[in-house]
C-alpha cells in the first residue's frame, strides 16, 4: 500500500483521478491540501482524508510515498520544486508549466530528485498511435510527406469552463487557451512519433467570446528536425472530430475516422487500406494507473519523462508565439 498526497485539486480531471484511486487497493490518499480551503475540504471528504494546511506536513512526512500535482499551473513550478526536493514521486496533471522556462527548470529539479514521475498524457497508451509509431520506425510509410492530428470538443459550447473550471480559460492561470489545453495531448503523440521539433508556426483564435480574450481553436504546422511536417488542430469550439489522425508517406498512409484505423503500406502484405486495420497491440492503462503501477513498485512502467513534457510546454510556447509574430519560431532549448 503505497500512501498518496493530493495537492491542489483545481484541475477539471481531479474527479476522474480521485475514482481511479478509490477503485485500487494498493494506493490511498491520505492527506489533501489546495489554497482554496473550501476545495481541499470537498476532495477530502470524497477520499476519507486529511485536509492538511501547511504544504511542509506532506513534504516532511516519510509515509507518504507520492504526490498528485492538480493545481492550476501557474502554481506547478512551486509545488514541483518542492516535491523534487522532498524526494516526493509525482504525477503532475498536464501541461507541466506554463512556458519553457519553468518547464524546464522542473525537468532538471525532477531528474536530480531521481524520483517517478508521470504527467497526463494518456493517448500514448492507444493501441492505434501505438502501431502507427511502431509502423514509422519500421520505415512502412516511406518517406513521410505530411502528417496530421487533431483534438477537439464543444467545451466553450457547452459552458464547462463558466464556473468550478473557470480558470481553466484563463491564460494568466492555465498557462494557455483551447489550443494548448488540448493541442498538448496530440503534440505529445506527434512528437513521441516524429522526435525533436525544430520550428512551428500557428494560427490561434478566439471565436465565441464566451470567456473573453481566451482562444478556443487553433491550427499549427510543425517541422521536425527529421524533416517531418505535420498540423496540428485544438479546440473547444467543434461538435464533432471524427478524423482524428492521418499520416501519409511514399509507400504508405493511414487514418482514423471514428475511431476506426485504415492502413496502407506496399510494405506490409494485406495493408490495403479497404478495411478497418486490426492487428493492433494491446491497450494500455490510463496514464494516472500506471504511475500508480509504478509508484507500487511494478517495473519497466512506461512512463513520460519530465524533458519529454518539458519539452511539449517549451514547443506549445514556440506555436503560441508563431500566431502572435506571424512567422515561423524555434523552440527554446533546455
Given amino acids: 500500500m503505497t500512501n498518496l498526497a493530493l495537492v491542489g485539486c ?15 487497493t494498493d494506493v490511498k490518499v491520505v492527506a489533501v491540501w489546495d489554497h482554496d480551503a473550501a476545495r481541499a475540504q470537498k476532495n477530502a471528504m470524497e477520499l476519507d482524508a486529511a485536509v492538511v494546511a501547511d504544504l511542509a506536513e506532506i513534504w516532511n512526512n516519510k509515509d507518504i510515498g507520492a504526490v ?34 519553468d518547464s524546464k527548470k522542473m525537468a532538471r529539479a525532477i531528474k536530480k530528485a531521481k524520483v517517478k514521475f508521470q504527467t497526463g498524457y494518456f493517448m500514448r497508451g492507444s493501441p492505434v498511435h501505438q502501431f502507427l509509431r511502431e509502423a514509422v520506425q519500421k520505415g512502412w510509410f516511406g518517406q513521410i510527406t505530411r502528417a496530421r492530428h487533431s483534438n477537439c470538443h464543444k467545451g466553450s459550447l457547452g459552458g464547462w469552463f463558466d464556473t468550478e473550471w473557470r480558470w481553466m480559460a484563463d491564460p494568466s492561470i492555465a498557462g494557455c487557451g483551447a489550443y494548448g489545453d488540448l493541442g498538448t495531448h496530440v503534440l505529445d503523440i506527434l512528437m513521441w512519433i516524429f522526435g525533436d521539433v525544430a520550428r512551428t508556426t500557428a494560427s490561434i483564435q478566439v471565436v465565441t467570446k464566451r470567456y473573453g480574450d481566451c482562444d478556443e481553436s487553433g491550427e499549427g504546422i510543425i517541422e521536425f528536425a527529421n524533416g517531418v511536417r505535420a498540423t496540428m488542430a485544438g479546440g473547444w469550439v467543434d461538435i464533432a472530430d471524427p478524423v482524428k489522425i492521418q499520416i501519409s508517406g511514399t509507400e504508405g498512409h493511414a487514418y482514423v475516422v471514428n475511431d476506426q484505423l485504415f492502413f496502407q503500406s506496399s510494405k506490409v502484405p494485406g495493408a490495403d487500406g479497404k478495411q478497418p486495420w486490426t492487428q493492433l497491440p ?9 504511475f500508480l503501477d509504478a509508484v507500487n513498485g511494478k517495473p519497466d512502467v512506461p512512463l513520460v519523462t519530465a524533458a519529454e513534457a518539458a519539452a511539449r510546454s517549451a514547443v506549445m510556447e514556440s506555436l503560441y508565439k508563431g500566431a502572435a509574430k506571424g512567422k515561423w519560431v524555434k523552440p527554446a532549448k533546455a
Fill in 68 to 101: 498528485i500535482i492538480c493545481s492550476e499551473t501557474n502554481r506547478h513550478e512551486e509545488l514541483v520544486l518542492a516535491a523534487a526536493a522532498a524526494k516526493k514521486n509525482m504525477f503532475v496533471e498536464k501541461p507541466l508549466g506554463m512556458g519553457a522556462k
Fill in 282 to 290: 494491446a491497450a494500455w492503462p490510463h496514464a494516472f494507473d500506471l
Fill in 10 to 24: 483545481a484541475h477539471i480531471h481531479t474527479p476522474g483521478f480521485i475514482k481511479r484511486v478509490k477503485a485500487r
